[in-house]
């Protein structure tokens, strides 16, 4: 069964630093591409970063560049996210999901989600 | 201010077919392929339509998308108390370089 569990989340002050670990199972995960998406309380879902497969590439959201670094272990099966300087508008739940790419048609969506991780940042 | 608008809110009675709209841009819609999620109070979004129009094993053929030049639609025929949720589309941006979410549809069943 392909598993996502989030870890990490928890209260911090305004200008901290946070690590998001996300660990995966029951796939290959060295096979997918890999992002994090965010829920404010009470508002929509926001796309913060996604890597590829071996990590070469990476995207954000520009509001975290350069603030959140997202990186992979292949090896153990786990994505994180690096999170510095953190806002209080960066209070989210924040979800890793796994992107399943077809080569020749393109992204087949976020078709696996954890169930979350609260970061709070709060003074 | 979402770069993909979606109604906030729609309703239907049970039986009923709805339709949630969701507008971008070149950039974004009018390149790439559209995704709708489905996301249950308290619970993680779920994937429910991909590529425009194709629905992940295990989702009902009540639910269907389409996609017109700039724009995209969710439609689900047959409403059932269960459908009660929030929605949401998505896609790529190629100016963003990132994915975009719409803000979000949140479906009553009356």
């Known amino acids: 069964e392909v598993q996502l569990v989030e870890s990490g989340g928890a209260l911090v002050q305004p200008g901290g630093s946070l690590r998001l670990t996300c660990a995966a199972s029951?796939?290959?995960?060295?096979?997918?591409?890999m992002t994090w998406v965010r829920q404010a309380p009470g508002k929509g879902l926001e796309w913060v970063a996604n890597?590829?497969?071996?990590?070469?590439?990476?995207h954000y959201l520009d509001s975290v560049n350069g603030r959140f670094t997202i990186s992979r272990d292949n090896a153990e099966n786990s994505l994180f996210l690096q999170m510095s300087t953190l806002r209080v508008e960066d209070t989210a739940v924040y979800y890793c999901?796994?992107?399943?790419?077809?080569?020749?048609?393109?992204?087949?969506?976020?078709?696996?989600w954890g169930q979350g991780t609260l970061v709070t940042v709060s003074s | 201010q979402s770069v993909l608008t979606q109604p906030p809110s729609a309703s239907g009675t049970p039986g009923q077919r709805v339709t949630i709209s969701c507008s971008g841009s070149?950039?974004?819609?009018?390149?790439?392929?559209v995704y709708w999620y489905l996301q249950l109070p308290g619970t993680a979004p779920k994937l429910l339509i991909y590529?425009?129009?194709q629905r992940p094993s295990g989702v009902p053929d009540r639910f269907s998308g389409s996609k017109s030049g700039t724009s995209a639609s969710l439609a689900i025929s047959g409403l059932r108390s269960e459908d009660e949720a929030d929605y949401y589309c998505?896609?790529?941006?190629?100016?963003?370089?990132?994915?975009?979410f719409g803000g979000g549809t949140k479906l009553t069943v009356l």
């Open positions: 890597i590829k497969q071996d990590g070469s590439v990476k």
């Open positions: 590529r425009n129009d």
């Open positions: 999901a796994r992107e399943s790419v077809n080569l020749n048609l393109g992204s087949d969506g976020f078709d696996k």
């Open positions: 998505a896609t790529w941006d190629g100016s963003l370089s990132g994915w975009v």
């Open positions: 029951g796939f290959i995960f060295s096979d997918y591409w």
């Open positions: 070149s950039s974004n819609i009018g390149r790439k392929s």
